[in-house]
């Protein structure tokens, strides 16, 4: 892989690993590379691919699914000590719809996260704050939780709202095949396909809606982090981080 530069990082076991650098930000900065990085699910990542993330820098691993995805295909990180795994789960305990929530599309999806799952979005910034990066955070197809987490990210860098949005319809690209097996796996299991294949896409449009409904409920990205508790420092901390001296 090149030092710094590469997108997408093609290996072998997952489908959707890219490096969020490179992005024009805030006072003519640009977003580090090797930094961030956001993802699918790592339970196939062959050994080689193990050790190619590791070579790339990456220290920590935040691991955004529920008990049972995780359970159900374990990070191959979670059990070794190359290095720092945590799970935090994004969502209570399962997905949304499977709480009782009948959430009917994507945009519904991110609302609620916004706005009912403070504690873990603060959780989840907390930690990468807390001297975690370089850091890689995922889900199962990484994007939905990995894509809000993201947004939030780059918001606070100072990217605009329509290169996060392509950042995030970037998924339907290098996540093609990925999003072709689970659509194939909810039909024979009998799924609402009309609506099931709503929750696949990954639109700009999503997102932008998605930006525009924070700002005008919450102001901006660093006020709804101050208004779920971050500190003054720990916003400091995560925008260096992210930015390009």
């Known amino acids: 892989m090149e030092s710094m530069g590469q997108r997408h990082l093609p290996l072998e076991g997952a489908y959707n690993i890219r490096d ?64 720092r795994y945590i799970n935090l789960s994004l969502f209570e305990g399962s997905a949304p719809n499977g709480m009782g929530r009948q959430l009917v599309d994507l945009e519904s999806i991110y609302r609620y996260i916004l706005d009912e799952r403070q504690a873990a979005v603060k959780a989840v910034l907390e930690l990468m704050a807390d001297d975690a990066f370089p850091v890689l955070i995922h889900c199962t197809a990484g994007k939905d939780r990995t894509g809000m987490i993201t947004a939030l990210m780059l918001g606070l860098a100072g990217v605009d709202h329509a290169t996060i949005a392509e950042d995030y319809a970037l998924t339907a690209h290098y996540g093609a095949e990925l999003l072709a097996t689970l659509h194939a796996q909810a039909a024979a299991a ?38 779920i508790g971050l500190t003054a420092t720990q916003i400091a901390q995560l925008r260096r981080q992210l930015l390009s001296q």
Not at 21 to 35: F, N
Not at 43 to 59: E, F, K, M, W
Not at 197 to 219: D, G, H, Q, S, W
């Open 20 to 83: 969020i650098g490179g992005y024009p930000a805030a006072a003519g900065t640009t977003t580090r590379w090797r930094t961030f990085l956001r993802a699918d699910s790592l339970h196939n990542l062959t050994p080689a691919s193990q050790q190619a993330l590791i070579d790339y820098g990456v220290r920590t691993i935040i691991d955004l699914r529920f008990a049972q995805e995780c359970s159900a295909a374990p990070n191959v990180f979670a059990a070794g000590g190359s290095v």
């Open 190 to 227: 009998g799924r609402d396909m009309a609506t099931y294949a709503r929750f696949l896409a990954a639109e700009p449009a999503a997102m932008r809606n998605t930006l525009a409904y924070l700002e005008a409920k919450y102001v901006s990205v660093p006020a709804y982090l101050a208004q």
